[in-house]
């Protein structure tokens, strides 16, 4: 009989974290173990890792933290800058993100591989904004990301284009996202707090996806008839399951 594998998730917080559940639900009858690591200090969460575990997952707000704890990087991951995902392997730590994983399959599950010439608004630019431009650009579509601190989103953007080789990716201040958000075909929301001004977005005729599936800002008083929104919740179990095929096909 095989030594059972430990996986859990750092973060803060997570308390109300669904991926245990989903975890036990897609391994029914598993010796291996998944648990909620809490604490709010990513060091000590770290430590609790390496002592204990043979790989995490990674949410806000370690998710850039993450990846300096790296030995190696999986290419998204560098492109990324953040990563969501440690695993211990061959006497090292390499990271992987699954988030781009997670908005590409759902985004792919819903309209389709090949996005070519359509276009893409991500609000936000942390670990979850930035996998979110990955998956679009991955996708073919043009990209715009919109930040509170527009030099953030611009070097992330220079990143992608001069390292990842993608073209048609800019990005504006966060004030702006409200007046063109109905020149994009998809937005993606990844903030955890509504942006002053998002009721007043028209989202008819736009597949809308939110990262925050537990306290959705974009809620259905502004959803209009036409509007394809995905909840985060999909989102989740993309890339969960992106994660434990990396989990069960590497050697620990």
């Known amino acids: 009989m095989s030594t059972p594998k430990h996986f859990g998730l750092i973060g803060h917080p997570i308390s109300h974290s669904q991926s245990p559940a989903l975890f036990y639900q897609y391994h029914p009858g598993t010796q291996d173990t998944y648990d909620l690591i809490e604490t709010p200090d990513f060091d000590e969460a770290i430590s609790i ?140 929301y990844t903030l955890p707090v509504a942006i002053e001004g998002l009721s007043k977005i028209d989202f008819s005729n736009k597949v809308v996806l939110e990262a925050n599936y537990r306290d959705p800002q974009i809620t259905p008083t502004i959803i209009k008839e036409t509007t394809l929104y995905l909840s985060g919740k999909e989102w989740l179990l993309h890339q969960a399951q992106a994660a434990w095929d990396i989990f069960y096909t590497t050697s620990c």
């Open 49 to 188: 890792f390496r002592d204990r575990y043979d790989a995490i997952n990674i949410t806000a707000p370690f998710k850039e933290r993450g990846f300096l704890e790296a030995d190696t990087l999986e290419r998204s991951c560098e492109l990324c800058g953040a990563t969501n995902l440690l695993k211990k392997e061959e006497n090292q730590i390499k990271g992987y993100n699954t988030d781009i994983d997670g908005v590409y399959r759902t985004i792919a599950s819903h309209c389709g591989e090949a996005q070519y010439g359509r276009s893409a608004l991500i609000i936000g630019c942390g670990g979850a904004g930035k996998a979110a431009a990955i998956a679009m650009a991955k996708l073919g579509c043009r990209v715009t990301i919109a930040n509170r601190n527009i030099r953030k989103g611009e070097l992330f953007a220079e990143r992608l284009i001069s390292i990842g080789g993608f073209d048609n990716i800019d990005a504006i201040s966060l004030d702006r996202a409200v007046a063109i958000a109905d020149l994009y075909d998809f937005i993606i």
